[in-house]
């Protein structure tokens, strides 16, 4: 996983001037974003923003003193924003990616890349086409747990299995729960972050995937879920993976558990919790330090918009993710396992 440049691209930076974006969504996401973006990253100066609600949105402009555009193509096409930040529904993605495409502005995309595996594929086919230098939003490869798991993973004696599962509160968000807009639930929203991991901790695709969905909390989308996924053989045998997702819990958690042969894995990221177990004994167990996931996003998008960093996450890593939630989708309709698309 890279980070935000080595020593002499940290002096670059210090010595450059901000670089000025501009911020599509101030909501719940979003404002994580804009408090980062205001406090915490001096490589980034806030130049305008974009918010469904207009009324409100002006008046947060105002107030932060900075532009406010009522659509993206404004927002973009604005000659004193040099680099766009999107936290905002997926089913906008595939039009931002295309104006930012069409002004050659630089894009810090949130998850999931797009609200279905169509238009992901679009999405990345279209800037791996035009170069555009994107970087997708899977905070997940920035936590510090995360990373920890990763740096353990050498002592496991390779991989066989793996087991993710995340439970977090119902989303206040009540577009989460219209499917025009969202695309779908907790498995396009949540789930996505899990089938990354799976991706970035084995290195090998999904291929094959078997799920159920159910609705708990919400009404037109799920927020419950459990997958069972087969990872690609890659000339040997295949990972074994379980996903489950729940938004309908006032406790949150997300556990890894990575079984090799030699040992394994046990670890919450949300709690920062990591053991290694060797037969019966738990060899070690630490904690590690809680560090902010879009704050290393945001420092990370200054290199990337610089061209000092090649993305960490790049539209193959969010398309892929997609198309795993789509698997999802097609298995739980269907009843079968279905194969998961790469195109």
């Known amino acids: 996983m890279s980070g935000g440049g080595d020593g002499a691209a940290g002096a670059r930076a ?5 670089l000025p974006i501009g911020l599509v969504g101030t909501g719940k996401h979003g404002a994580r974003y804009l408090s980062h973006a205001l406090r915490d990253v001096p490589g980034i100066r806030l130049a305008a923003i974009c918010r469904r609600d207009e009324q409100a949105g002006r008046v947060l402009a105002r107030d932060l003193g900075v532009r406010f555009h009522r659509g993206i193509d404004e927002l973009v096409a604005d000659p004193e924003v040099r680099a766009v930040v999107a936290a905002a529904p997926p089913s906008i993605h595939e039009d931002l990616v295309r104006a930012c495409i069409r002004e050659r502005k630089p894009l810090l995309v949130e998850k999931p890349l797009a609200a279905s595996a169509d238009a992901a594929f679009r999405v990345r086919d279209a800037v791996l086409a035009s170069g555009l230098p994107c970087l997708v939003g899977h905070s997940l490869r920035f936590n510090a747990t995360v990373a920890r798991v990763r740096e353990l993973l050498p002592r496991l004696g390779g991989i066989g299995q793996v087991e993710l599962t995340q439970g977090f509160e119902p989303s206040r968000l009540d577009w989460l729960d219209d499917p025009e807009r969202s695309g779908g639930g907790n498995v396009l929203h949540t789930g996505v972050h899990s089938f990354d991991l799976l991706r970035l901790l ?87 330090p809680d560090a902010p996931t879009v704050l290393a996003l945001l420092r990370a998008f200054v290199e990337v918009a610089a061209g000092r960093l090649v993305p960490p996450v790049d539209v193959r890593d969010g398309a892929a993710a997609v198309a795993v939630a789509d698997a999802c989708y097609r298995s739980a309709e269907s009843g079968r396992r279905v194969a998961v698309r790469t195109e």
């Open 14 to 18: 210090s010595s450059e001037p901000p």
């Open 202 to 288: 084995t290195g090998r695709d999904a291929v094959l995937v078997a799920c159920f969905v159910e609705r708990v909390a919400t009404r037109r989308t799920e927020d419950s879920f459990v997958a069972a996924i087969r990872m690609d053989g890659a000339g040997g045998p295949a990972v074994l993976a379980s996903v489950a997702g729940s938004r309908a819990t006032e406790g949150r958690a997300g556990s890894i558990r990575v079984v090799g042969r030699e040992a394994q894995l046990v670890a919450d990221h949300v709690h920062g919790q990591v053991a290694l177990l060797r037969g019966r004994a738990c060899e070690f167990e630490e904690r590690v």
